[in-house]
């Protein structure tokens, strides 16, 4: 069969990126990209191609000059084409030509495969999705149906099937110069996350970070330079262009750059946000998951933290005179990790959220996994504390042992008692004892077994050191008045 080139009766430029792209990833599912572009341009009114941007593209956010200030260049008409490929899109390039179509039919029980010259009349091809009928030529007659399977010719390069912006750029001079092309696109996003080893005993632990960017935007970036911004960057979310992108979200962002000798990732603060760079250009390919190592701390100090709060949950909502209400049969003691985010503690960088892992090392070396979670976006020179899980040796009981209410005196009188077990072999703990005082706001500790310690407007903190196969019991008595 005989190969029909594809023509083009434009007079346009097709331009390819040079130099190195930058990208800065965004945590939900966009990116700002720079790259830069060479330009031949003559004076006045210029058409240009350019193929070079993602399939996911905002083609309304698009930013074109001449970073070296020489040209003034405007884009009085943009169009955007980014239609999925497709058999109509195919045959609409291909409208006024013959094709071969390959149709299969059975005669006498024998299956008969033949070639059916056709001229694409109309293709049915319609930008942004939609399809019309076809109607084809076919030995001089119009049909309107395809005679068979359509067997489309090399196109010979793939750039017609790249999503592309025709410009009519207008220069104020003539000549050939590298401009910066600048765009928001979904599809990519970063997260991260944490691993925190602890040795057998003990609370000095090595700190690992990672970052992992996702690229599913249609498009290889060939050594750029990425940047990930770190906070709570406000996004609107716009509706999807053709070809079905998705919504862009509101964002968290992050950003990156390194040397062999240098860290692989710095931090600066930027704005109201802050930005992690990669040291070291780096390759980010379609449909591509990439990690990459941004802090390492050793032998930080995260000590663990128990707690008990047997009647989690309830707080203060209003004078409440219900006896039974804020009893619990919650017997469980929480576990907790606290490290400070410190130079002194061998951090001292911004953290973006992410999820953070535990691990401790077996008598044998081995690590074993002991809970994960989730933190916030941590400043530097603030505490951490997260809760890995429950405790499986110690034991909190708590029950309400008196109650007295007088409303004509308007006042409530209660006590409890808080039984402790340590179930350990060898290990003294210290457990930290919240409760909360519910009630009322108005209120006084009248009698107490031990110290305590006022959190908030609501809720003081017991701190009960119990040894091994010890029990321990703290009481006291609230009195709320209005």
Known sequence: MKTIPVLFALSTLALAASAEPALTIYNQNFAVVRDTVSLDLKAGANPVVYSGATAQVEPDSVILRDPAGKHSLQILEQNYRNDPVSQELLLSLF????????????????QITELIPGKIIRSG????????QPIIEVNGKLQFSLPGQPLFPDLGSDTILKPAFNWLLQSDRAGSFDAEVGYVTAGFDWSASYNLVSPEKGDLCDLVGWITMNNNSGKTFENAKIKLMAGDVNKIQPQAYGGGRPMLKAAHAMVM???????????????EFHLYSIA????????ETKQVEFVHAEKMY????????????????????EQGYGQSDNKKIIVQREFKNAETNQLGIALPAGKLRFYRRDDDGQLQFVGENTIDHTPRNETVRITTGNAFDLVGERKQTDFHVDTAEKWIDESFEIKLRNRKK????EIRVV?????WNNWSITAKSDEYTKKDSQTIEFRIPVKPDEEKTVTYTVHYSW
């Open 95 to 110: 409208e006024g030509k013959e094709i071969e179509f390959q149709n299969v039919r059975t005669k006498d029980s024998t």
């Open 125 to 132: 091809f319609v930008p942004g999705g939609g399809n019309d």
């Open 435 to 439: 409760e909360h005082l519910y009630r």
């Open 426 to 429: 060898t290990d003294a703990v």
């Open 302 to 321: 995260a000590p663990t933290i128990y707690v008990y709060d047997g009647a989690e949950g309830f707080q203060f909502y209003g004078l409440n005179y």
């Open 280 to 287: 070291r250009p780096t390759t980010l390919h379609d449909h």
């Open 257 to 271: 750059d390194t040397a062999m000798e240098a860290p692989a990732v710095s931090e600066k603060a930027f704005d």
